[in-house]
């Protein structure tokens, strides 16, 4: 629990820099090496795009050499208030014992990246393996602190998977933002990217060959539908991936933290009337939250002036 | 309509045949079943105990008890002790026949031909279970049965029953006479003589056949002519006579569920269960009456709907308004109002929708109507989420179904099957041109290869198609009919002739009064008429297939110039042609690939006015004609989407975005509507367009409601915070 404050404290104060590698590897066939390579650097520009205090590196096809390298860049560069997120797109297989991640020459295990993570400062870590057979990978990469997200539910989902190809578009649509408070959080790019992989295999009229699952308390096994019973998905809410706006800013302006107390104090009561919606009667219940939404809107009027 | 696919061999040479169907093999009964005659049980039970072990009559004895189970374990005893005896396993394979396992039944028919190539009794064994799935080798099989026992008289009732069902009704007399001729106390020919009269009106018969079987028969052949009422009349008469022929008492079960009186057709299925009589339609009906709590049913004057919970709040308005249409357009046409209401369910999972059509002939692959006097219509059908998006035109479909419960309305189900399908057809394409089906291959190769059958015998190419393509064939050729007499003599002609049908008039007889000839040389003129219409494609139909191939393969290597020269040359060899792979999306994507948009607009307007489906091109079609600033235009042909597949959220939202701009208020609120029926994955921003709609077409108490919505689940939502703001002060003015 102290852990958690500690990271969400992370995530809203200080300016931190978040470290992005983004790994398509190999596709094994033309037409998912370009599938692979198009998602990477469809997740590459939406980073660009976003801007902000990051460090961007896509790599296509690396070697096991290249991709150590470039994790003792940055593992060079983090501070412990920094993020990193890492990126897998492509084949994974899994045994029954170890995952790879396909690539030219030697493939690399689950638990090697996991060691190359370990090795990077950054505190807050969030890593979507995206490629088939990433549900084996979960043991290997879960810890306290990190956010794992693979596209699989275990190690035999062992059919080329199309999650990369949403989570792409989730980073860069507005829709994903579902709170609108313009960040996409882990869980809310999760969320997405799930959703849309299930309609796609659900309009194709095809088994879903693919389950996503989500761990962030570093001893679970992944759940598709992470909860408060289960325990899953809160560290990836307070993760974001992309910022969409410059909402930051009203934040280091000193003239205006009494209002962002008021709205922060409005949002609470809000958050607080909604999970007592079911034990009141509707009426009572749509008056307090109109009050509610009405007062912070007026304040965040205030506050955008 | 669930179509065998099975290959039938031919029986020609009356070689050792061997043939395996399509069906899944059930268990073996495992459980004994007792009949409810304790007398009949005790004196049957009682021979069976006297007889000596494994021989065929205690095998009998147990199966006439219904107690397949031990019936069946002397019969596999008797087949090992005799492995060269042909009538045993013949005898064994009628067991499973009776007990609903055709599949396991075939194997034994098959084998007992091959220890005697003319087995009379395997050759008739194959013949009922090919009637059962009405294929033509039916009749085939029985003549070779006949051939080897001329006195076999369930193979000569085999042939007057199948005669009927191609409503050959002299052929079937004089089938049905010959039976009685071959066996003077034969159940099924008096019960051929007897329908005879009863479909025609007659209800004094001399043929009456006062037997369970008899009205089985009967029952049978007024559900297959769409006589439902009637048909459940027999069906009750039968069990009347014999409470335990379970196949007819489940097809009365599955008949009273086609006319909506689900919980006498749940008591009647149920109980034919609990006797061990398992078939697939008994099964599967049982299973899908109880699916029915996952539907919600709604009725708006005469319109009710039922449509499955997870998708009700998105399909019912475009269902109910297309209802809406359809009535009144059927109404003023067909010159009647509907009396009873019409129940239209809509199945997402299209094997739900398949026990609905199960055992009637024809295609139904799309949807079927059952209509009565009594109860009204009854239309099921898929749901446009129960296919790949693009290849259901579900709107084209309820306008076909609709077609149906007009004209078995007028003539009281007194139609031929190829005029009411022929009429169903016609109305897809007169409601639009792009709707309907399009000319299809086996179309251009019957054509190709004069396999158009004559109007007075085309209900054969329905009830009894020599293949499954012929069935598609038959449809488009009644269909085509439709429109040559409509274009002919108008549409007052083909109302007249439906009425002559309504009178129990036979198709010759109705040509021949109405289009003042015989029916040969309709059918000389009707062919000239198609091929005329179709000798572009006829004659290039083999050019144009081989060079698609090559156009495909320069799409592949991108070699767009070729595409286009190519592609241009080949397009109007065979218009019609809008599946996958159609010329037309080769050419639009090959300009696109060359920045030429206004070329690629151009050919995928030609592919969606050529009927074209495809979700992916029609919305890659509006896209381009939005950023062409054609935004009215872009909206429209979303609007055909809509009758395609309105699954997709995307497109619901882009539509409604294209209203709003277009100021057609009301059909954006309609969008955003659907879109947030269909669980949208950004719920804020779908309760903010509404609003925004809303708002536009001053309806502020809603437009409230709906940011209130947004900012529940997004309080930070500052667009939603901001129409808040101004509407709430506005409300305060």
Same mark, same amino acid.
């Given at each position: 629990?102290?852990? /958690? ?88 297989? /899994? ?211 | ?17 061997? *043939? ?11 459980? !004994? ?26 095998? @009998? ?56 190539? #003319? ?21 085939? =099989? ?15 009732? $085999? ?74 009349? *027999? ?29 006498? !057709? ?40 039922? $449509? ?40 997402? #999972? ?7 059509? $199960? ?63 022929? =009429? ?37 190419? %329905? ?34 002739? $439906? ?59 991108? #070699? ?30 090959? *300009?696109?690939?060359? #920045? ?23 919305? =890659? ?19 055909? =989407? ?29 969008? %955003? ?38 900012? @529940?689940? !997004?309080?930070? *939502?500052?667009? !939603? ?13």
């Amino acid at each position: 629990m102290k852990l /958690f404050w500690l990271l969400l404290l992370a995530a809203l104060s200080a300016p931190a820099t978040t470290f992005y590698v983004t790994i398509s590897g190999l596709g094994g066939e033309p037409d998912y090496e370009q599938r692979f390579k198009m998602w990477a650097e469809d997740i590459d520009s939406s980073l660009k795009r976003a801007g902000g205090d990051s460090s961007v590196v896509t790599l296509v096809e690396p070697t096991r050499e290249q991709i150590r390298a470039r994790f003792a860049e940055i593992a060079k560069q983090a501070k412990p208030a920094d993020a990193l997120v890492v990126m897998l797109i492509g084949h994974g297989t /899994f045994d029954g014992v170890d995952y790879k991640f396909n690539i030219p020459g030697p493939d690399i295990t689950g638990a090697e990246l996991g060691a190359l993570l370990d090795r990077v400062p950054a505190t807050r870590q969030l890593v979507v393996n995206m490629t088939s057979s990433s549900g084996g990978s979960i043991e290997a990469l879960r810890r306290p602190a990190r956010v794992v997200i693979a596209a699989t539910r275990t190690g035999t989902e062992k059919n080329a998977t199309v999650f990369a190809r949403y989570w792409a578009e989730a980073l860069r649509d507005p829709a994903a933002d579902a709170d609108k408070n313009e960040a996409i959080s882990a869980l809310e790019a999760f969320h997405y990217a799930q959703r849309k992989t299930a309609d796609f295999y659900e309009s194709q009229k095809r088994l879903a060959t693919e389950h996503a699952v989500l761990e962030d308390t570093g001893k679970g096994e992944g759940e598709r539908v992470p909860s408060a019973e289960n325990g899953e998905g809160r560290l990836a809410a307070a993760f974001p991936v992309v910022r969409l706006g410059a909402n930051a800013a009203a934040a280091r302006d000193p003239a205006k933290r009494p209002l962002l107390e008021k709205k922060e104090q409005l949002e609470q009561a809000i958050d607080k009337l909604k999970y007592e919606k079911a034990a009141m009667p509707a009426d009572a219940y749509k008056k307090q939250l109109t009050q509610l939404l009405l007062e912070l809107a007026r304040t965040q009027e205030a506050l955008d002036k | 309509m669930s179509m065998s696919l099975s290959l039938w061999g031919s029986f020609a040479s009356c070689a050792p045949v061997c *043939y395996r169907r399509n069906w899944r093999v059930a268990n073996p009964p495992q459980d !004994a079943i007792l009949p409810h005659k304790p007398v009949l049980v005790a004196f049957v039970l009682l021979l069976a105990s006297l007889l000596p072990a494994q021989t065929l009559e205690r095998a @009998e004895a147990f199966w006439k008890a219904r107690r397949f189970q031990e019936a069946n374990d002397v019969f596999r005893a008797l087949v090992a002790q005799n492995p060269k005896n042909p009538d045993y396993k013949v005898r064994w394979g009628r067991l499973y026949l009776d007990n609903s396992q055709p599949d396991i039944a075939v194997d034994l028919f098959n084998e007992a031909l091959q220890l005697k190539k #003319d087995h009379a009794g395997a050759l008739l064994g194959l013949a009922l279970v090919a009637a059962e799935d009405y294929e033509s080798v039916a009749a085939d =099989l029985a003549h070779q049965a006949l051939a080897s026992d001329p006195k076999l008289v369930e193979a000569q009732e $085999l042939l007057a029953r199948l005669a009927l069902e191609d409503n050959d009704t002299a052929k079937a007399a004089e089938e049905a006479n010959k039976a009685l001729a071959l066996g003077a106390k034969s159940i099924g020919g008096r019960a051929i003589l007897a329908t005879i009269d009863w479909l025609a009106g007659k209800k004094d018969t001399a043929f009456d056949p006062h037997a369970a079987r008899g009205y089985e028969t009967a029952g049978h052949f007024f559900v297959i002519n769409r006589r439902y009422e009637e048909g459940v009349q *027999y069906y009750r008469k039968a069990i009347e006579l014999d409470p335990e022929l379970y196949s007819a008492r489940s097809q009365l079960g599955v008949n009273l569920m086609r006319l909506g009186q689900d919980q006498e !057709a749940y008591t009647q299925l149920e109980t034919c269960y609990k006797n061990g009589f398992q078939d697939a339609a008994t099964r599967n009906s049982l299973k899908l009456l109880d699916s029915y709590k996952k539907f919600d049913t709604v009725q708006t004057g005469l319109i009710i709907l039922k $449509l499955d919970k997870k998708e009700a709040e998105l399909l019912r308005p475009y269902f109910e308004s297309e209802m809406e249409r359809v009535i009144a357009t059927y109404e003023k046409k067909y010159r009647i109002k509907l009396a009873k209401p019409v129940r239209v369910e809509v199945y997402p #999972d299209h094997e739900d929708f398949a026990v609905r059509a $199960l055992g009637m002939p024809g295609l139904g692959a799309l949807g079927v109507t059952f209509t009565s006097a009594t109860y009204g219509s009854f239309i099921a059908m898929d749901s446009p989420s129960g296919r790949p998006p693009g290849s259901f035109h579900w709107a084209s479909t309820l306008w076909h179904e609709m077609s149906h419960v007009f004209t078995l309305t007028l003539t009281d189900s007194h139609v031929p099957r190829w005029f009411t399908e022929g =009429l169903a057809v016609h109305e897809e394409t007169a409601v639009s041109p792009e709707w309907g089906d399009r000319l299809a291959p086996p179309v251009i190769m019957a054509i190709k290869d004069k396999k158009l059958l004559p109007v007075a015998e085309l209900d054969r190419g %329905f009830v009894h198609p020599t293949s499954p393509a012929q069935v598609v064939v038959s449809y488009f050729q009644a269909g085509r009919i439709c429109d040559y007499i409509d274009d002919k003599w108008g549409w007052a002609t083909l109302l007249a002739m $439906l009425r002559d049908f309504g009178n129990d008039d036979d198709t010759a007889t109705v040509v021949r009064k109405e289009l003042k000839m015989e029916s040969v040389e309709f059918d000389k003129q009707f062919l000239v008429s198609v091929e005329a219409g179709t000798k572009n494609v006829v004659d290039h139909f083999d050019e144009w297939q081989k060079r698609l191939k090559q156009v495909n393969a320069l799409s592949k290597s991108k #070699d767009y110039d070729g595409v286009i020269k190519e592609g241009v040359a080949i397009r109007d060899m065979y218009p019609d042609y809008v599946e996958d792979g159609s010329v037309y999306e080769f050419l639009a994507s090959a *300009y696109l690939a060359k #920045d030429n948009k206004p070329a690629a607009i151009d050919e995928l307007e030609r592919y969606v006015k050529a009927g074209g489906r495809n979700p992916d091109s029609i919305k =890659l079609l509006s896209k381009q004609l939005e950023d062409a600033g054609r935004k009215k235009e872009a909206a429209d042909v979303l609007v055909r =989407l809509n009758y395609i597949y309105p699954m997709d959220n995307d497109q619901h939202q882009a539509l409604g975005a294209l209203w709003m701009d277009a100021g057609n208020l009301a059909g954006a609120i309609a969008e %955003f509507r659907a879109v947030l029926a269909h669980n949208p994955i950004d719920p804020a921003r779908s309760h903010y367009d509404l609003a925004r709609a809303y708002q536009l077409n001053h309806q502020p108490e809603q437009a409230i409601e709906e940011l209130l919505a947004a900012l @529940e689940t !997004a309080p930070g *939502y500052r667009p !939603a915070q901001k129409l808040l703001l101004e509407l709430t002060t506005n409300e305060a003015k």
